[in-house]
């Protein structure tokens, strides 16, 4: 879970060209979207596809991608969950 | 008598028919007309608004088929040529471009049709239409800002027989676009539901042909009252959650038409089905109409959105209800949603409609509404102000060389500015946060923005935006198309999709200085530019207030500049660039004006020199008040411009400088921009320098600057001290 958590970071940063953040910047209950880091819905979507590409793990509307996005750790239980179900 | 704008002819194909007869019909019934997919094959088939056309797709991309078809079926009753072609469409030629690019097509020739502004050149070409072709491009607002467009050319007297038409293909882009973004309803579209889920993706063409009279012409079959622009400044694609902006569109609209809100009887809401726009038009509507709402329906749950072809596809809808005595259902909405407070038409109905408020909205924060009235009726509305020119206040360029001061410091010693200038340096006025999500196009239009706020004494934020552009946000495009073909339609990014309209940067810009008037994107290879600045002078109010921005660029990219545009793919040194002006209408003398004289199609039009040296007065005005010409000759067009020029010069005499601006600026589709900030500063500094103007400094002694641009079409931008 800790590697996936550090791993997310990575690719969030990375996928939404997060340039002045690193991944110390994180605290992974802290409120993602609309938080701290700047991150809008359309941030959302985008890391969306990358979830979808790099983990297999759908999430196709508005009302779980509320619940997922909340934080960093409900993102990395969600696609740990999803994940280990396929 | 004042000059009235009456609608004339009709064409139209949509998913729920084509022609008069069959809209007439779907009227009556409410048909909805939206299948699964069947264009393309696709992992995800959605439902789609599609047109079943009767020849498969070959050289001509579906986009002028549909567009050519509409622009027919409305001149069908009209003898002679229009005098101009205002045109919305986003897509263009995308649905043949993604096939060509999908497949490595490496010959520039195949992708002729690829520019959004190819379109209304098509129809231009098949109609003998020699005006000015103007194509908006701000996507879902597009047909109805080109409507706005299209009235004020007849207000102003400089167009009596106007065709607006607006017209968007089904294509991959789009479809796997909307979808990236989570905005399709597997479903289809259900306006103003309370289960809406999202829009569904449709194709469309509509074309009005607009005359001015001032008395009802015969086969008048509704007058265009007024329009309103306006803009979010809020987010790229959201609406405003309480829709500020629509509500301005719509009170605009409705103040330009002399009426008031109860004077409405009709509502044609873009109700798209989304749970964003449905709720921001809904608040929009609550807040103008209180309790006294007019009938309201959006036609979108029966065809789908055809995007930038909606705005004047329901317009036409409209002046048939008008005509009929009809208003046409809300489809697909079986339980309206309370949190919306509005209560559309559920079923078809007969009923007297007089007045039509027509409503369209699009990424950027557009707004667009316009108001039509029988034909029949007293028009109450004033005559137009007359406007003054408009005074440059600011202006800025950006170039390979650099920004505006390293760029003329070269300009005027007559050495190069071509070259590409780094993206580091591009955005070393730009705050990181702003422009993470950017690329090179939109990063040029804030670069140059914050630079004119930086450097203009005085500066005021402009009330208003027209952006013109050639080729658009070609990053975003080419990302966007990768990642599809890579995955199949499967991983697009929502991203590149938004950033990839036309009006994207315009929007930027619009958030940036908190613009809220009309935002205008033109799109017309190597004169978009002076369609921004036309488009500029019809549409920024009368008064001495509120500043204008008009700016110009266009991006180089690496794999697809040379495949849209012939005059890069003819230079060995790749350049791109822009510049920006703010402008307000001149109360008092001083300081020097800008305006745009002269913009006629050159194809087919063999005295289009006798015409543009008439248009600007005539031989002996143009040696009295010109004291250099700046001429733009693109590579691609360098014979026939080169030709254009000396006809000018051997018919005019005119024997002061001639400044042939892209051998320094680059060929760029909106080189256009830049030049005019080099003209600007050459009047400024009342001199053409040696290095520019033969031996020795040529001093201008009160004369203004002509630009002149050549090649397919003739323009004449005029810049002269006040």
């Known amino acids: ?86 | 008598m004042k000059a009235r704008t009456f609608i004339t002819g009709i064409g139209m194909i949509t998913p729920v028919g084509t022609g008069v007869h069959e809209i007439a019909a779907f009227i009556r019934t409410g048909n909805k007309e939206i299948r699964p997919l069947r264009l393309f094959p696709s992992q995800t088939i959605l439902p789609t608004g599609e047109i079943c056309l009767p020849f498969p797709d070959d050289d001509i991309p579906r986009t002028h088929r549909l567009a050519i078809i509409a622009a027919r079926d409305a001149l069908k009753s009209s003898r002679g040529a229009v005098d101009a072609i205002v045109m919305g469409t986003s897509t263009g030629g995308m649905s043949l471009t993604e096939v060509l690019l999908k497949d490595n097509e490496t010959d520039p020739q195949k992708y002729q049709y690829h520019a959004a502004g190819s379109v209304a050149e098509y129809i231009a070409g098949q109609t003998a239409c020699n005006g000015p072709v103007i194509t908006i491009s701000t996507a879902c607002s597009s047909g109805t800002a080109a409507l706005a467009i299209a009235l004020e050319l007849i207000r102003s007297g400089r167009a009596k027989k106007v065709l607006a038409v607006a017209a968007d293909a089904l294509c991959r882009f789009t479809y796997f676009g909307f979808h990236s973004l989570q905005l399709i309803d597997p479903d289809g579209a259900r306006p103003f539901d309370q289960d809406r889920k999202g829009m569904t993706v449709a194709e469309g063409a509509a074309a009005l042909l607009l005359e001015s009279s001032e008395n009802i012409p015969e086969n008048a079959c509704a007058e265009i009252l007024g329009a309103g622009l306006s803009c979010d400044a809020y987010h790229p694609t959201a609406p405003h959650p309480e829709g500020k902006g629509a509500y301005h569109a719509m009170r605009r609209a409705i103040e330009d038409a002399a009426l008031s809100p109860s004077d409405i009887d009709y509502i044609n809401l873009h109700g798209t089905g989304t749970r964003d726009n449905d709720l921001s038009e809904a608040t929009a509507v609550n807040r103008m109409f209180g309790n006294k709402k007019p009938f309201l329906s959006s036609i979108k749950g029966a065809m789908g959105h055809p995007l930038a072809a909606a705005g004047v596809i329901e317009v036409a809808v409209s002046a048939i209800c008008i005509r009929d005595g009809r208003i046409p259902a809300n489809t697909g909405c079986t339980r309206p949603d309370p949190k919306l407070a509005l209560m559309p038409v559920m079923k078809p109905m007969k009923h007297p409609v007089k007045t039509v408020l027509s409503n369209s909205f699009g990424f950027g924060g557009n707004n667009a509404s316009v108001v039509i009235g029988p034909a029949d009726e007293n028009n109450n509305s004033a005559s137009p102000a007359p406007k003054d020119s408009l005074k440059v206040i600011g202006c800025e360029c950006l170039t390979g060389a650099g920004r505006t001061d390293a760029t003329l410091s070269r300009f005027l010693n007559g050495k190069s500015c071509k070259g590409i200038f780094p993206m580091a340096a591009l955005s070393e006025n730009l705050p990181p946060k702003l422009v993470r999500r950017l690329k090179r196009l939109p990063r040029m239009a804030l670069s140059l923005a914050s630079s004119l706020q930086k450097n203009t004494d005085s500066f005021c934020p402009p009330s208003s935006i027209f952006w013109g552009t050639g080729w658009g946000a070609l990053s975003e495009t080419y990302d966007f198309l990768s990642k599809l073909f890579e995955s199949g339609g499967q991983f697009c990014s929502p991203t590149d999709f938004i950033g990839s309209v036309h009006n994207a940067a315009a929007g930027q810009v619009a958030m940036l200085f908190q613009s809220k008037g009309a935002n205008i994107t033109t799109t017309g290879g190597d004169y978009s530019f002076e369609q921004a600045l036309l488009s500029a002078d019809l549409l920024h109010p009368a008064g001495p207030d509120e500043s204008v921005l008009v700016m110009g660029a266009d991006e180089h990219h690496e794999k697809l500049s040379h495949l849209f545009d012939d005059s890069v793919s003819r230079v060995p040194e790749h350049s791109d660039g822009g510049g920006a002006l703010l402008l307000k209408r001149a109360d008092a003398a001083g300081g020097l004006t800008i305006s745009s004289r002269f913009y006629e199609r050159a194809d087919q039009h063999p005295d289009i020199i006798p015409a543009l040296i008439k248009g600007l007065g005539g031989p002996e005005r143009i040696d009295r008040r010109f004291g250099a010409v700046l001429v733009g000759i693109p590579a691609a067009h360098r014979k026939i411009g080169e030709d254009q020029l000396r006809e000018f010069l051997s018919r005019t005499g005119f024997n002061l400088p001639v400044i042939d601006y892209r051998q320094y600026s680059g060929e760029y589709a909106s080189a256009s921009a830049t030049a005019a900030v080099f003209g600007i500063r050459l009047l400024q500094s009342g001199r053409i320098p040696a290095p520019l103007a033969g031996e020795n400094d040529i001093l201008l002694q009160g004369k203004g600057i002509l630009l002149i641009g050549t090649g397919t079409f003739v323009t004449a931008i005029e810049l002269l001290p006040s």
């Open chain 1, 1 to 86: 879970m800790e590697n996936l958590l550090h791993e997310l970071k990575g690719k969030v940063i990375e996928t939404l060209n997060l340039i002045d953040v690193t991944p110390d910047d994180f605290q992974v209950d802290a409120q993602l979207v609309g938080g701290d880091l700047g991150i809008d819905s359309i941030d959302v979507l985008e890391l969306v596809m990358m979830i979808e590409k790099d983990y297999g793990v759908v999430i196709d509307n508005k009302e779980l991608g509320e619940k997922v996005f909340r934080s960093l750790r409900t993102l990395a239980d969600f696609i740990h969950q999803n994940r280990s179900k396929s």
